[in-house]
Each structure stands twice: as structure tokens, then as C-alpha cells.
């Protein structure tokens, strides 16, 4: 992974988690945004613009990449590069977590 992805993707936005993670199996840009929806239990709704924008620029990097089109809906998956980045973010989140716990004693 080169420096240009890390310093841009770590640590990720939410939104760009969530677009990653739901990505883990074939999607098409609406079904991302409702899953995500049903995740959070509606505290976060993404943006058809900042959807369409974030994928763009995942493509372009090599994070996602279009597979194919159905009824006029694009259909993405996540790459090699993709996952080694969510991977970086889930251990950035679990260590945020774990030293959250063992600062509070819990």
C-alpha cells in the first residue's frame, strides 16, 4: 500500500467504512446506502452525492472496482487494496475501543 492511500484513507470517514464494509459482497450504490441505514439503525444516511463521489474516487484508487451493470445500476466490489485499507481501520477502531476500556477501568 503507498503512502498516498494511507495518508487519505487512515483514518477513513464513516462513510467511507461503511461503503467498504458493505462492499465485502457485490452492491449497487442504493442497496450501500440502505444497508448502511439498517446498520446504524438510521443515524447515518449517506448522500446521493456523497455516495456517488466517494465511490468515484475508491475506483480511481483501486479500492472498489466496477464489476458490471444491471438495469441500469452499477454494480461494485472490494479490492485486494480495499480490504488491506479496512483492515487498517478495523484495528485503528478496535484500538481506539481497547484503550477507551482500559482507561475507564471497564
Known sequence: MDAHIRKVYVPMTETGFYILLCLQKEAHGYSIVQQVEQLTGGEIR?????LYGSLSKMEKDGLIRFLREEEKRKIYSITDLGRQVLELETKRIERLYRNMREVQGV
Do not use: C, D, E, M
Not at 449517506?46 to 456523497?50: A, C, E, L, V
Open 46 to 50: 449517506i448522500s446521493p452525492g456523497t
